[in-house]
């Protein structure tokens, strides 16, 4: 079994040029205050101790997570693995729940034969449709104050460990958020209300599809692969007056990624597909990057003009998710070696260039798709010990 630790692997004030953000009310989406993984300091230690935390209230709702077992049996047919947001008062969240048509098949459409009910190893019924649900909560006493259910928008996607990372963001009133038949919504965050909802060209038409053969024969279409329709796996971003929706095709450490760009108040696409490359393994994130009066979208190790979806500059040869503290890009791994390091990069908008390489300690490597902190210009990486 292998044991982790969190470690504080270095000091980094020398390298944190142009840190001069502010600190806005409110954790708008799953990368904190700024919608880059950089935390301002709040006047708050950091918790060592998670046992001496408290319950304060229960909410109203039983949330499921990652892919929960649903009722009578049915297996991974509801959950995700989104964060919350929180602003003003209120926290917000996505995940899904089965519904529709339930198979007593084992969904996985890798072309091997389907384990039925009674069969050795487990039983297996799940359902073949999803439900997108975002819910708001009062922070003061976990109540319910909305909840909004998109019926039956794609179909469930096979998987044991983890769900969809479809976190929402939160801004100016109003919650943004994708689902699980590639849809992108707006929603006011004060009653819940549906603003625009927006397919994504070519996804939502391959899900729609999906779900129909799904529903019509209680499984997924035979032969497909999991690689073929990945979709959405990490969450949306706002970057200036564009929202954007990553969308992810193939398996961990081969992902191919697509961006398309939204505009938020009407819901138009903007821009997209565009091709986003540079990290090779972990889930992408995009990262919103403020450069003078301008902010910049930041996805993998590529820069993009939100405005256009074009793309402006690009690191190669990093490995993982990265985090970002003023103009300074800081990854939790460069390239793939016997001796992993932390790379950072200081960027402009037409340029960048590495700025440190800092080795990891011995006997230690990366913790999977786990990303870096920053808070009080330290830089905080969870790490596992080598073989062990």
């Keep these: 079994m292998r044991s982790y630790r969190f470690l504080a692997l270095f000091l980094c004030a020398a390298a944190l040029p142009g840190a001069d953000e502010t600190a806005p009310d409110g954790w708008r989406s799953m990368l904190g205050p700024n919608h880059n993984g950089s935390l301002l300091p709040a006047g708050q230690p950091l918790v060592a101790d998670m046992g001496q935390a408290k319950v304060v209230w229960q909410s109203e709702e039983i949330i499921p997570c990652t892919c929960s077992d649903g009722p009578k049996g049915q297996t991974g047919l509801q959950g995700g693995s989104a964060t919350m947001a929180y602003d003003d008062g209120r926290l917000f969240l996505w995940y899904f729940m089965g519904s529709g048509t339930v198979t007593d098949q084992e969904m996985w459409p890798d072309g091997k034969r389907l384990r039925r009910v009674g069969e050795p190893y487990r039983k297996n019924y799940a359902s073949v449709l999803a439900d997108d649900i975002f819910l708001a909560v009062d922070v003061r006493d976990g109540s319910t ?16 460990m983890y769900g969809p990372l479809l976190s929402p963001v939160v801004a100016d009133g109003v919650v943004y958020g994708s689902g699980m038949g590639a849809t992108v919504y707006a929603l006011d965050a004060e009653t819940g209300e549906c603003l625009w909802e927006r397919p994504i060209p070519e996804w939502s038409d391959t899900l729609a599809e999906m779900a129909a053969t799904a529903r019509k024969e209680r499984r997924y279409p035979p032969g497909k692969k999991r690689s073929d329709y990945t979709g959405q796996q990490s969450s949306v971003a706002l970057v200036g007056d564009v929202v954007v929706v990553p969308m992810h095709r193939g398996n961990r450490g081969s992902r191919h990624v697509q961006l398309y760009g939204f505009d938020r108040r009407s819901g138009e696409l903007r821009w997209g597909p565009v091709g986003s490359g ?18 910049y979208l930041i996805d993998g190790a590529s820069c993009f003009d939100p405005r256009d979806g074009r793309k402006l500059w690009s690191v190669e040869d990093v490995g993982r998710l990265s985090v970002i503290a003023g103009n300074v890009l800081v990854f939790a791994s460069g390239s793939d070696s016997d001796q992993p390091a932390i790379p950072a990069y200081v960027m402009k908008p037409d340029a960048v260039a590495e700025l440190w390489r800092t080795p990891y300690p011995d006997g230690y490597e990366p913790l999977g798709a786990a990303a870096p902190v920053i808070t009080d210009r330290h830089v905080y990486l969870p790490v596992e010990r080598k073989n062990g």
């Design 145 to 160: 104050l909305w909840r909004r259910v998109f019926k039956e928008r794609g179909p469930i996607r096979p998987g044991k």
């Design 278 to 295: 540079g990290c090779k393994d972990g889930v992408l994130v995009p990262h919103c990057w403020r450069y003078s009066d301008r902010e």
